[in-house]
């Protein structure tokens, strides 16, 4: 699976972005996908992630109200609506997919098998 992350750009805090990774080479049917971001200087921080089935979402807590993390199997995508920016959303963002991804290690990065490229997102104060 390959995975293109796009969406990112620079906005003023409250402000709104979409973030979109399209996959392709396979369905995405069978893939846990998530979320993850990274500042200069810091590990690679969980975000978001949703089931195989669409049916369970998991936030970390500082974007729980304002992150929602979406998937269209049919267009092969998972999105990331981000709300209510903050300068602390700031980093490159990272969609990622795992084959064998269970509750329990949903943030942790090394459960993925695949991962997007990134795309920047920078909020302004």
């Known amino acids: 699976v390959q995975l293109q992350a796009s969406g990112g750009g620079l906005v003023q805090g409250g402000d709104s972005l979409r973030l979109s990774c399209a996959a392709s080479?396979?369905?995405?049917?069978?893939?846990?996908l998530a979320w993850f971001r990274q500042s200069p200087g810091k590990e690679r921080e969980f975000v978001a992630a949703?089931?195989?089935?669409?049916?369970?979402?998991y936030y970390t807590d500082s974007v729980k109200g304002r992150f929602t993390i979406s998937r269209d199997n049919a267009k092969r995508t998972v999105y990331l609506q981000m709300n209510r920016l903050q300068p602390e959303d700031t980093g490159v963002y990272y969609c990622?997919?795992?084959?064998?991804?269970?509750?329990?290690?949903?943030?942790?990065?090394?459960?993925?098998?695949?991962w997007g490229q990134g795309t920047q997102v920078t909020v302004s104060s």
């Open positions: 990622a997919a795992g084959v064998r991804v269970i509750t329990s290690s949903l943030g942790l990065p090394t459960a993925y098998d695949y």
């Open positions: 080479g396979r369905t995405i049917n069978g893939y846990a």
């Open positions: 949703i089931a195989r089935s669409g049916g369970a979402t």
